[in-house]
C-alpha cells in the first residue's frame, strides 16, 4: 500500500491537498472526472507513469 507522507503532500504547492484511496473499480480517468482534475495533474502529483497502474487502497494526493 501506498501511503501519503507529509513530503508527498509538500511537492504539491498552492491550494488545498485532498487524500484519496482508491477504491474496487477506481480508474485515474473515473477518479480525474469525479474530482474534477486532469488525468495528467493526477499523475504528475502522484508521480505515476503508468495510469493503468493504480492499486485499490493505493492512496493519491489531490490538488484543489
Given at each position: ?26 480508474t ?37
Amino acid at each position: 500500500m501506498n501511503k501519503l507522507t507529509d513530503e508527498m503532500l509538500s511537492e504539491v504547492s498552492g491550494g488545498t491537498k485532498i487524500p484519496y484511496v482508491v477504491e474496487a473499480g477506481d480508474t485515474l480517468n473515473a477518479i480525474a472526472q469525479k474530482k474534477n482534475v486532469s488525468v495528467a495533474d493526477l499523475m504528475r502529483w502522484n508521480n505515476i507513469q503508468d495510469a493503468n497502474l493504480i492499486r485499490v487502497g493505493q492512496q493519491l494526493v489531490i490538488k484543489y
